[in-house]
Structure formats: structure tokens, C-alpha cells
């Protein structure tokens, strides 16, 4: 195959394919076409991008034709459905939903970690993992090239964006309510405040934390901590590792902290995680809490790598590791990765 | 000794203090005079106790003169001058200051865990724990008596008001200035907006969340770390337990939340851990996910238990239990368990 591959977006309409635009405006132009599909209703609008208008084209198998590669950002269940719609046409599918990446004939692709993984895909269609893994995977993943990862235990600090426009709009409408106020100080006070609607969270998320984000698994687990230990296992290789993960939603517009205790196979120096961290692809080291220095949202928002302060060695613990890691769950989290794996894929077409 | 002890409060101006006088008004009153001390710039001002004006008196060595026993809220360099000085006349001291919490000869108490300790007090000091381990201390105590703790991880979701009220002015400015605004979804755009004056915090608390609180120990560890990992071992009688912390400070005005993945000596059930939750004494255990039931500090703020919720056994690990917990950092993480202390004492008199 040769000349430039035809790229289609769909869900170009969405916040993740906003984002999505803007790579592909920003990243060096591999691309023939690049063809903009979303719903009907969304159908005639134009879109910005490489900086042309494009016209959006209504999701249709027609829609395909011609297409080499698709980075699909839509619901599971349209990604269920047109994914292999797509794939039976000849076109690659890198698809950000949650519908296939478990699939064992699916890979489950990382460009940093596991590139060479997007050359094995029987169905036609690469997974790109969710965004709270996509948080930490890269930093752990070289970690684990050096020091073979046998632990991780995992919490979250994952902003409202994760949960679409309707999370940010539900914090700044809360923050609204109680800016200005002395809220926060007696039992349900910000609940009565912010009323009934919390929108998509189930209590405020202004001034609070909700423990949960997902839906309800079994034995009480949420279906966003499956996705970080089952999804981890598959990109790093492991299939067995301990991963306990708890989730929890805070009042941050955009970018995802994780702090991560990991345990490794034998002893584990600070000195050589750091020269680790500091030289992996799509890694930033931003730790010198001397100097105050250490990744926060606030900072990292809008950025594309993985950030990662507050390395320690447990103290108990020779073969551990302790992480602060931050990473914009819009770009890294899903538009940036599912690019990466579009650009992998378009280099088997030059 | 026979009688009604006489109780005095040291810091009673404080914001601890407060909550000091409040909580001794709701409790049973067993006391006799009750004498408010603080420094001399707050000396003769009145101050609410058990529905009376209470004129506050200077810090000196006269001011302990006929005190039984003395609750200190005051900085550490304080409490180390000042608690050997009351003690020294007599006075059982009961500190909520770091000064001697790791002193081998001072007993740190937390009444539901570990109540005998108070009665071996050398100094005639008793510390009470800072406000973060108080947050997980009581339920991990009891779930230790059944099943034996092995190790801990835990990661810090901290109030602002641990850092005193400059904490809770520095959040409630900044969500002032970022409310109502698109902020938080470019890099720097949220520091920009709240400028140089970050308040007590190294980074901008609002739409944010920040890996530090305390100061800088050896090994990039903060203070606030090293006193989870230090008093939990010393409350629960583990000096060996292996514990690894990360605490980060979120945009909430008052209680704390931790992520706790604690291991045991072999292996556990959520059926008898939630038996153990739902009658140990200082817990309400707050855990029924498909009715949206856990704890939040929206919800907790102003309460006496620690609440604990999303209660899950590790996937992966028979032996590992992950808790969610929150507690009123200034009520349990402060004022009350030294109330509590001071109240065990005074059981003494009797």
C-alpha cells in the first residue's frame, strides 16, 4: 500500500473529538482525506480541523467507503454495533469505547508500552484503554520494562470531564451555588444548597468527593475500578496481576490524578526510577517537593504526557515504589492515545 | 480523689478550641470549673461553655494552679514548653500537638482503640493523634482486633481547614475568583486567576487537588505522612506494621477522606468485617453502593464517627480489605478524642 491513508473521525461532534480535531491539526499531516461522521442530527455542520472547514457526514456504511483507518469516540453500544460494520469494509478501527477492549481477539494498545501489539488484530479493530489507566500506564509501563511489576494498589482523584460536558456543567453550576458562601461546615448543607440535580454524579461534587464513578459490578465494586485492573493486566502483559483500585470523583474540571503504591520483583532504587521516568517517551518527572515541585491538575490540564511527582520508595518496603501521577484525561486519556494508534497504524501504509 | 475534676482548655480561641467548647457543652457534664487559657492577647475575652460566658485567662504557671487536668490546642513549640510545666503542677496533660505524640513515655490514645494506655502516663502527658490517622484509626482498630493487620496503604483526601482557618479563607477566595469562569481546562489558567497567594497551600486548591501537606522529611516524605504511618503504629501497638502513605490535600472545607487497602493475617470476609463495622463503637458503617449509599464528607462534616463505606474484599488477595472512610478532621481528628481522653481521666476522679 502506499500514498496517504483516508482517515475518518467518528463522533467528531463530541468532546473527545473536539480534542481529536485538534491533534490532528497539531500533529504532523500523514493524512489523505480526513472524512468527519457522527449522528444524523449532526449531519451538514462543519468542523475545524488542519485548518479547512469539513462538513459532517451522517453515520452510514457508505460512509466508509474509501476509508483506511477510523478513530471511533461513541457510545459502547454504536461501537458495538459499527465497528465491525466498518472493519468488514477494509478499514482499521481504533475504537475508544469500552466495547471491545477485553476482547481477546482485540488488541489493547499503549504506542509508549505495547506498539508492536496493533500488528495483531484479527477483527480489524484496536482498543484504546479508558482514562483512568491511560493516567498511569505509561510511567508504569517503563517502570515495569526495568523492574517487572508484581503489585499495584491504586487511587484515584478523576475529574468531572470524565463523565462528558454534563460533569463539568454539574460542578460549575454547584460551584456556583456555594462560591461565596461558609457551605461546607454542617451535615448536608452543599447537598441542600446544590438540591436535588447532581447530574451525572450521585451527590455534589462541589466542595466533596464521591467515592464511585461507573456502574455497580459484583461485590461491590464499580465497573471504572474493573476497567483499571483489567485493562492494566492486558497492556502490560500481565494477566495476573493484583491491581486493587478504588475510584473517586473530585472537584477538578479536567485531568486525572492517580496515586499508585507498586511493588516489583526485587529491590527498587529511587535513583534509577527517576532516571526511568525522566527518559521515557510521553513521561515528564516533576518532583522536587523542596523547591515545591510537583504535577497538580491546575498545571497539567491541556498538556499531553504523563506527569509524575512524589516518587518515593516505601519505607517499609525495598521492592515499592510510592507515585503521585497526573495526566489530562481528554488528551493522553483518550483523544491523544487513540491518534498515536491511528499514526501507528498509517505508518504500515507510507 | 473524690469530686468534680477541674478541666482547663488551652487554645480555647483556637478553631479546635471551638469545637473543644461545643462538644463540652453537648456532652454529659462531669466537670467542675472549666478555665479557658490562651495567650495573653486573647485574655479576658468571653467565650460560650455549657451555656455560660467564660472569661478567658493568660498561659502562665499560675493558671493551672487547682486544674486536674488540661487539654492543649496549641502549636507544637508551645505544647513543648508549656505541658511540662502543667504537668509539673499536677496537671494530667492531654495534647493535640506532634510535640510528643512519639515519646516513649507518653501514651497516644484513641479511647475506642487502645482506652488502658491512658493510665500509664510518666510525664503525666497523653497525646492525641493529628487528625489524619484519627480519620481511619477506629475502624481499622477493630477490624485489627479480629482479624490481625499486616500492612497498610492508605491515600489522603485532606480537608483545607487541617491547615487552620488561613486554609479554609485561602479555598473559599479562590472559588470565588474561579466560579461563574471557564477555568480549569487550560495549563496555568486556574494559578493565573488565583495569582501569588496561594494561602498556606504550595499550589491553588480550588478546581485542583494538591499532593502535600506538612513539610518536607527525608526521602521526598512529608510530615503529614510520616505522622500516619508513625501513630498508626503506635495506637494500634504494631511498631513493625508496614504502612506507605500519600496524602493530598482537595477542595473541601472540613472532614477528611482516606482510601485504606489494609492486608491481614489471613484470610478475610466482607460478610464478617461488616459485622465487625456495624457494631464497632465510633463507626457507622455507610456502604450500600446500588442505593448510592457511602460516605461523603458533604455528608459527614459536623459528625462524631468515622464513616466507612465501599467495603470490598481485594480481587486478588484473600487477605486485603478496601475501605473508603471519612471523618470530621476537626471533631474525631481533633476535638473530641481529646475531649474523649480528658474524659477517661477524669473517670479517675470519680
Given at each position: 500500500?502506499?500514498?496517504?491513508?483516508?482517515?475518518?473521525?467518528?463522533?467528531?461532534?463530541?468532546a473527545v473529538?473536539?480534542?481529536?480535531?485538534?491533534?490532528?491539526?497539531?500533529?504532523?499531516?500523514?493524512?489523505?482525506?480526513?472524512?468527519?461522521?457522527?449522528?444524523?442530527?449532526?449531519?451538514?455542520?462543519?468542523?475545524?480541523?488542519?485548518?479547512?472547514?469539513?462538513?459532517?457526514?451522517?453515520?452510514?456504511?457508505?460512509?466508509?467507503?474509501?476509508?483506511?483507518?477510523?478513530?471511533?469516540?461513541?457510545?459502547?453500544?454504536?461501537?458495538?454495533?459499527?465497528?465491525?460494520?466498518?472493519?468488514?469494509?477494509?478499514?482499521?478501527?481504533?475504537?475508544?469505547?469500552a466495547?471491545?477492549?477485553?476482547?481477546?481477539?482485540?488488541?489493547?494498545?499503549?504506542?509508549?508500552?505495547?506498539?508492536?501489539?496493533?500488528?495483531?488484530?484479527?477483527?480489524?479493530?484496536?482498543?484504546?484503554p479508558n482514562c483512568t489507566t491511560l493516567t498511569m500506564i505509561?510511567?508504569?509501563?517503563?517502570?515495569?520494562?526495568?523492574?517487572?511489576?508484581?503489585?499495584?494498589?491504586v487511587s484515584s482523584y478523576q475529574a468531572v470531564s470524565g463523565a462528558g460536558r454534563a460533569g463539568v456543567d454539574a460542578l460549575?453550576?454547584q460551584?456556583?451555588?456555594?462560591?461565596?458562601?461558609?457551605?461546607?461546615?454542617?451535615?448536608?448543607?452543599?447537598?441542600?444548597?446544590?438540591?436535588?440535580?447532581t447530574g451525572p454524579f450521585p451527590e455534589p461534587v462541589a466542595?466533596n468527593v464521591v467515592p464511585w464513578a461507573g456502574s455497580?459490578?459484583?461485590?461491590?465494586w464499580s465497573s471504572e475500578e474493573m476497567k483499571v485492573r483489567?485493562e492494566a493486566?492486558?497492556?502490560?502483559?500481565?494477566?495476573?496481576?493484583?491491581?486493587?483500585v478504588t475510584c473517586v470523583r473530585v472537584p477538578v474540571i479536567t485531568t486525572h490524578s492517580l496515586t499508585v503504591?507498586?511493588?516489583?520483583?526485587?529491590?527498587?532504587?529511587?535513583?534509577?526510577?527517576?532516571?526511568?521516568?525522566?527518559?521515557?517517551?510521553?513521561?515528564?518527572?516533576?518532583?522536587?517537593?523542596?523547591?515545591?515541585?510537583?504535577p497538580t491538575p491546575a498545571?497539567v490540564v491541556?498538556?499531553?504526557?504523563t506527569w509524575?511527582?512524589?516518587?518515593?520508595?516505601?519505607?517499609?518496603?525495598?521492592?515499592?515504589?510510592?507515585?503521585f501521577v497526573c495526566g489530562d484525561n481528554l488528551r493522553k486519556g483518550a483523544?491523544?492515545?487513540?491518534?498515536?494508534?491511528?499514526?501507528?497504524?498509517?505508518?504500515?501504509?507510507?
Amino acid at each position: 500500500m502506499t500514498g496517504r491513508p483516508t482517515l475518518a473521525v467518528v463522533g467528531a461532534t463530541g468532546a473527545v473529538g473536539a480534542v481529536m480535531l485538534q491533534i490532528l491539526s497539531q500533529h504532523a499531516d500523514i493524512w489523505g482525506e480526513i472524512r468527519l461522521i457522527a449522528s444524523p442530527r449532526s449531519a451538514g455542520r462543519k468542523l475545524a480541523v488542519r485548518g479547512e472547514e469539513v462538513e459532517v457526514v451522517a453515520l452510514s456504511e457508505e460512509a466508509f467507503d474509501g476509508v483506511d483507518i477510523a478513530m471511533f469516540d461513541v457510545p459502547d453500544e454504536v461501537a458495538e454495533q459499527w465497528a465491525p460494520i466498518a472493519a468488514a469494509r477494509g478499514v482499521v478501527v481504533v475504537d475508544n469505547s469500552a466495547a471491545f477492549r477485553l476482547h481477546p481477539e482485540v488488541p489493547l494498545v499503549v504506542p509508549e508500552v505495547n506498539p508492536h501489539a496493533v500488528r495483531t488484530r484479527p477483527r480489524g479493530i484496536i482498543a484504546n484503554p479508558n482514562c483512568t489507566t491511560l493516567t498511569m500506564i505509561v510511567a508504569l509501563g517503563a517502570l515495569h520494562a526495568e523492574f517487572g511489576l508484581r503489585e499495584l494498589v491504586v487511587s484515584s482523584y478523576q475529574a468531572v470531564s470524565g463523565a462528558g460536558r454534563a460533569g463539568v456543567d454539574a460542578l460549575r453550576a454547584q460551584l456556583s451555588l456555594v462560591a461565596g458562601t461558609e457551605l461546607g461546615t454542617k451535615p448536608g448543607d452543599v447537598r441542600r444548597a446544590v438540591g436535588e440535580d447532581t447530574g451525572p454524579f450521585p451527590e455534589p461534587v462541589a466542595l466533596n468527593v464521591v467515592p464511585w464513578a461507573g456502574s455497580l459490578r459484583e461485590d461491590g465494586w464499580s465497573s471504572e475500578e474493573m476497567k483499571v485492573r483489567d485493562e492494566a493486566r492486558k497492556v502490560l502483559g500481565l494477566p495476573q496481576l493484583p491491581v486493587a483500585v478504588t475510584c473517586v470523583r473530585v472537584p477538578v474540571i479536567t485531568t486525572h490524578s492517580l496515586t499508585v503504591h507498586a511493588r516489583f520483583q526485587g529491590e527498587v532504587t529511587v535513583d534509577r526510577a527517576r532516571e526511568i521516568l525522566a527518559t521515557a517517551p510521553g513521561v515528564v518527572l516533576c518532583d522536587d517537593p523542596a523547591a515545591g515541585e510537583f504535577p497538580t491538575p491546575a498545571d497539567v490540564v491541556g498538556t499531553d504526557p504523563t506527569w509524575v511527582g512524589r516518587l518515593r520508595r516505601a519505607l517499609d518496603d525495598p521492592t515499592a515504589l510510592e507515585l503521585f501521577v497526573c495526566g489530562d484525561n481528554l488528551r493522553k486519556g483518550a483523544a491523544l492515545n487513540t491518534a498515536q494508534i491511528a499514526e501507528l497504524v498509517a505508518a504500515e501504509f507510507s
